[in-house]
């Protein structure tokens, strides 16, 4: 894109692995409309081998979680572009950000008061690029985070106008994204400048649908967060998350370069393979009504999890679709609010 063009649409803005046995019958808490899992035991994966260094023969071995683990992030500056708006809560900024070379745009909420305040990284969901919009769906849930005290970044990643469009394949590049947004505000948090107030300890991932399975690889790669909730979360296993979008999501023309790769590369990719590597907590929230992502996924995410001996609370929504709403939706945040907040050193 060029300067020009990144410079109309800011303008624009400012304006504006393998299945698992099934679970038991899970335990309903009658002061709860939401379910949570008994603990289940199932066989464990076995973790994929160690993938070698990346060499230029090979064009799918940067995109594998040892991979992405072994490279860093960061370098640069998260950059204030001007005003989105205020409230007597919080102040909603404009931002833009390096990641692997290109620019990528977002927007923060940051809470009125002097802090600090913990950081939660707000990831959307699959939209279709031409009918994306800075502040989308998500931008509710950043709301509602900041209005809670926390500072809530919303990154809307590369090939998301006006952010430089660059490679994705498995949508690896999306998770570069945050990867390296985690690395700058690790960095200039409680520095002067936009996160002065932010507190580099404090910093969690929650996610939606596709950015849940960004959030997946983020934690599968060992980033340094503190927690994180995923919410109708993608699989973490990308031959099944790519079957389903070519099958079910999609006239049949997306995911076929993901699905023509071959096996042991595909599960070197997926963070499925890897899950003995998240040390961050996680909430896991679904509607059981969600047409578009199998609430079964994050059943069975909930049971390999537990089985690995990592710290995971699950619930189930009755009744709720993809993206909830209503009181569900007001006890989904809530949840997730009150379990960052337990997390906060």
């Known amino acids: 894109m060029t300067a020009l063009a990144r410079i109309f649409l800011l303008a624009c803005l400012l304006a504006g692995c393998t299945r698992q046995a ?11 409309t939401a379910i949570v899992f008994a603990t289940t035991t199932l066989t464990p994966f076995e973790p994929a081998a160690e993938e070698p260094a990346p060499t230029a023969a090979d064009p799918y071995a940067a995109l594998s979680i040892p991979a992405l683990a072994a490279r860093s992030y960061g370098g640069g500056q998260l950059i204030d572009l001007g005003s989105l708006g205020s409230n007597p809560s919080f102040a909603r900024r ?4 390096p990641s692997d070379g290109l620019t990528i745009n977002g927007f923060v909420d940051i809470p009125q008061g002097e802090g600090p305040f913990p950081v939660v990284l707000v990831l959307h969901g699959y939209v279709e690029p031409h009918q994306y919009q800075l502040e989308t769906y998500t931008a509710r849930y950043a709301a509602a985070f900041a209005r809670a005290g926390f500072i809530a970044i919303h990154p809307n990643y590369r090939n998301y106008a006006p952010s430089d469009s660059g490679p994705n394949l498995f949508r690896v590049g999306y998770a570069v994204d945050v990867l390296n947004l985690i690395a700058l505000v690790k960095a200039q948090a409680g520095q002067p400048g936009l996160l002065q107030a932010a507190r580099p300890d ?10 849940g399975g960004i959030s997946l690889r983020v934690l599968a790669v060992g980033a340094d967060v503190q927690g994180a909730v995923l919410y109708g979360s993608m699989s973490g296993d990308e031959q099944r998350n790519f079957a389903h979008i070519r099958d079910e999501l999609s006239d049949g023309s997306r995911g076929l370069d993901e699905l023509s790769v071959p096996e042991d590369i595909l599960a070197s ?21 969600d047409a578009i992502v199998p609430p079964f996924w994050s059943r069975e995410l909930c049971s390999q999890l537990q089985n690995l001996g990592k710290q995971v609370e699950c619930y189930m929504y009755p009744n ?7 009181q569900n939706d007001d006890l989904f945040m809530q949840r997730s609010i009150g379990f960052f907040r337990n ?3």
């Open 320 to 326: 709720m679709p993809h993206t909830f709403y209503g």
């Open 343 to 345: 997390l906060i050193p």
């Open 202 to 211: 404090a910093l969690f991932l929650w996610g939606h649908s596709m950015g």
């Open 94 to 97: 404009l931002i833009s950000y």
């Open 269 to 289: 990719i997926s963070p499925a393979y890897f899950y003995e590597r998240i040390s961050a907590p996680v909430s896991i929230h679904h509607g059981d009504a």
């Open 22 to 32: 099934p679970l038991p019958a899970p335990e309903v808490h009658a002061a709860s």
